[in-house]
């Protein structure tokens, strides 16, 4: 069942974020949202996570779903080392050393296992954060600009041993980026937010089209938001 | 240049120490009555002369022993019940009152009242407790209120059981808030467990004793009674404080043995 968002509003006191936003994302696909700051991707992901209540429209797709989510901030337990950060999430849950061994491979952190996170760098300290959504194996990923701070060597690692991983398992993935080529490797399917309050603007099937295209359609709309 | 400032305010002290005993001995000398003021010797002779008594011992032991339950119990108490009002806010409105009143009533007023409803062995306990476990609840419910929300989030995004939130994040973030407020009640509880014993009067204690230093106008006994008390309330809080230090340290060391 994909995540059907429907006359969705929300605003802070009389700041109107969304104002009857409508927007579907498929199963199993990685979607990628783009849009200025401050349109409001990372509210719709605290919506969708029920961090942030809305104030009315409906959201379906997300009930009973595991949800994983690597926030803007890494979030990490400072009294635990990096194992532990990881593991925090599925303690209760079978296999956890070769889960959370896996997931610290992925992100290339082998070695700093027994490491806490004031002896990383920040960089380290979100490769930790997303290690931690992936041992979660979750329905449904969300990750708020997620590769923001690694330099470029890393993020293509990361992000390959990432979309294999994907490929076995295939979950939905909501990711939202600032950097237009992260969405063109990454997502099926890339939405843009125009700004205040937020509507989508457009929706591209990465599959039907060339990447200059895609780079076309997305600076011309970034443009006019 | 640091170590030398150490050095430099230690020396200060210690002149500073002296220059308040000179002052003491010098108004005992002008007033040349030992009963309204004895001297710093007629007062360390008679601490002198009380240590050579196993009845010293004893009274200091028990006194001892009803600071170590009040504090305690009320370490005990206050952590659970800071726990719950942090976690809970109608147990914190139901709480509020009552610590409310009890960090606002004079001591005095619990010993009396204790001496009314209890047996004298009992009634330095429960007032050291009284005076402590607002403090120790106070500090916790703050620790609590101050836990950081974005870990919350995770925690409740991730699914993680409430019982590891608590011991993995909630008693984490409060460490600090726990042992500070330890550290501020032990003062306290010697006060209040001292003041107790004055006027509950239990047979074997240090304030049963200054009591006694009053009726029979050995005002010397009284002054070795109270440097006494000082005397084992500094050790005893030197002691707590290295021992919290200790542990908070110990799980630094073992983040870089871990490494």
Redesign the interface.
Known sequence: MSIKINNLKKSFNDNIIFNGLNIQFNDNEISCILGPSGVGKTTLFNIL???DSYDSGTITGTEKK????V?Q?D?L?E???VYENIA??I??EKDVKRRAEEAIHMVRLTGYE???PK?LSGGMRQRVSLA?AFV?DPHILILDEPFKGLDIALKEDIIEDFTTQWKKGKYTVLMSTHDIEEAIILAQRIFILSKKPAVLKTEIDVSKLNDVEIRNIIREHLEEA | MRISTIKNSKIQNFIFMLFWLLIWELAAKIISIPVILPSVEQTIQALITMGKQLSFYQNVGLTLFRVFAGVGLSIVLGILLGMLSGLYAPVYRFLNPVMSVIKSTPVVSFIILALVWMKTDSIPIFVCFLMCVPIIWTNVTQGIIDTDKKLLQMCSIYKVKYIRVIKDVYIPSVRGYIFSSIAASIGIGWKATVAAEVLARPEISMGGGMYNAKIYLQTENLFALTLAVIILSFIFEYIIKNFLNKLSKGRQINVNKNK
Not at chain 1, 66 to 69: G, K, T, V, W
């Open positions: 996570t029920k961090i595991r949800i994983a989510y926030f901030e979030r337990l009294w635990k080392n925090f999430v303690a209760d027994h490491y806490y002896e931690r979660y």
